[in-house]
């Protein structure tokens, strides 16, 4: 067994796919969610596709005496990857000061303990909302990073700048920020994906619930957009190929082969896709048809992003492998299973 990996936010939609790939590799794992986007189904899942049930804490880690408590417990946590937060675009409009606490005050109380309990490797997980309106097509990590347009995107900012600050001033500690673009998708067992509460913010989750017959139509949020056929395009990245990046980051920590102590990497595959070609492809792979209207744009909606994926390649050895019709297709037998179950 290898060392004694903890993964917050584990029970959640890409967390979950980690601790397979974790465990997959060989990693003891210790998942802390306070189950607010998720729930203990996922312990089981994980359990039945690996054969092995991780060590679960079910804390908020935005409480700090809680926080410590978990590390005092599991004093041989080698490395930290942290996914816990609150991720609603929409809603972070609406009440910014949740999602900044929320978001903030996990990271804060984990950087705490890790000073504490001398753990020294950390890996936060960034978004490409970090990089604002981008102005060169693909993004690269050299890119400056703007103020997102929501708080929630600003969490990101401010999160990998509070950990820079933190990381120049430990003497031991290394972090990765990994920003990824838009991942969909979900594990080939069909055992676990993604369950947004309530109505879908994202494109793919929206997609699948029309075509199970959950909602009644997709609003496509414009095609007046200077791209190709008028909508909006998107690096999308099959959640396994994401997890699978986190093993490697980890190792890369755990193994002392970073080359500085605070580094970050585009997580895409490098191919952006409009709105509407997402929709043709669904409705090719799924030979679905599928029910659409074109709206008006949302708010904060850049017209175009997709990622520069050199430097993952070069430095973490690491290149996303699965091609849109692969993503789509796991989204769909994951959405068809969910609701099967009832
Ligand atoms: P998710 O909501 O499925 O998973 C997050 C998990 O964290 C949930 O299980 C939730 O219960 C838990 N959590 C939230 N706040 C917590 C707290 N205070 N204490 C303990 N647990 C808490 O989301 P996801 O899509 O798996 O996203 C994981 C991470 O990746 C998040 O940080 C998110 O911001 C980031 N991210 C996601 C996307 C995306 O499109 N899904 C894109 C870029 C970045
Ligand atoms: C993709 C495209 C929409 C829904 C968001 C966050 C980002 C990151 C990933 C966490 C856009 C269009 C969508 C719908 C539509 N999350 N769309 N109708 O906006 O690129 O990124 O999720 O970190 O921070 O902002 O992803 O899936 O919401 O949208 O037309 O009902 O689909 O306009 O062009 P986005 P998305």
Redesign the pocket.
């Known amino acids: 067994m290898k060392s004694k990996i903890m993964v ?2 584990g ?5 979950s796919h980690t601790v397979i790939e974790l465990i997959k590799s060989g990693f003891e794992t210790v998942i ?7 729930s203990e189904k996922s312990l089981d899942r994980i359990q039945e596709i690996t054969g092995v049930l991780p060590h679960f804490e079910k ?4 409480n700090q005496e809680k926080t410590m408590k978990i590390f005092k417990k599991h004093t041989d946590v080698k490395a930290v990857i942290h ?5 609603a675009v929409g809603e972070s409009v609406e009440q910014p000061l949740m999602y900044y606490q ?1 978001n903030l005050f ?1 990271l804060i109380n984990l950087l705490s303990a890790l000073e504490k309990y001398r753990i020294p490797n950390f890996i936060f ?5 970090v990089y604002g309106i981008p102005t060169n097509l693909p993004i690269t990590e050299d890119e400056a990073t703007q103020r997102p347009f929501s708080p929630y995107g600003n969490t ?1 900012k401010v999160a990998e700048e509070i950990l820079d600050d933190v990381v120049k001033s430990a003497a031991n500690l290394n972090a990765i920020s990994l920003r ?1 673009f ?2 969909i998708g979900a594990h080939e067992s069909g055992l676990i994906g ?1 369950l947004p509460n309530g109505i879908p913010n ?1 494109l793919m989750p929206y997609i699948t619930q029309v075509a199970v017959g959950i909602r009644e139509k997709l609003m496509v949020f414009g095609n007046d957009y200077p791209t190709k056929d008028g909508t909006p395009i998107r690096d999308y990245i099959h959640v396994v190929d994401l997890a699978k990046a986190h093993v490697i980051a980890v190792e890369r920590l755990l193994n002392q082969q970073n080359e500085a102590a605070f580094e970050y990497f585009n997580l895409g595959t490098g191919k952006g896709y409009s709105v509407f070609e997402v929709i043709r492809t669904f409705e090719e792979v799924t030979k679905t048809k599928l029910n659409y209207e074109v709206t008006s744009r949302r708010a904060g909606d850049v017209p175009q992003l997709y990622a520069a994926t050199n430097l993952a390649e070069k430095k973490l050895k690491w290149k996303a492998k699965k091609g849109l019709k692969e993503m789509i297709a796991s989204s769909w037998k994951w959405e068809q299973n969910v609701r099967g179950e009832g």
Do not use: M, Q, R, W
């Not at 802390?32 to 998720?38: I, P």
């Not at 804390?59 to 935005?62: K, Q």
């Not at 997980?125 to 909302?129: D, F, K, V």
């Open positions: 917050t936010g029970c959640g939609y890409i967390g802390v969610d306070d189950l607010s986007n998720s804390v908020d880690l935005a996914f816990a937060a609150h991720k929320n996990s997980s960034s978004s490409a909302t990101k990824y838009n991942p993604e994202n």
